[in-house]
């Protein structure tokens, strides 16, 4: 396991995410910034489909919520 771990450490591609290479000293931020957003998204709709079931809109039809699922 250390040692896919340690390959994955010293791939390009994580060289590319800590910024180590010429020109890419805003990926790191950027990427951050995209994982807080879908963070969000997620975390959000997760809550209203959970708060609808628990009948805070009673009004809203939970089956188009449940169409939701699948994204989330």
Known sequence: ?????????????????????AGSALVFP???????IGMG?????????????LGVAPKLPLKLMGRFLPLL
């Not at 950027?30 to 807080?36: E, K, S």
């Not at 998204?41 to 079931?53: E, K, M, P």
């Open 1 to 21: 396991m250390d040692s896919l771990l340690a390959f994955f450490e010293h791939s390009t591609f994580a060289t590319w995410i800590r910024g180590e290479l």
């Open 30 to 36: 950027v990427v951050v910034t995209l994982h807080t």
């Open 41 to 53: 998204f997620v975390a959000g709709g997760s809550a209203a489909i959970n708060l609808r079931i």
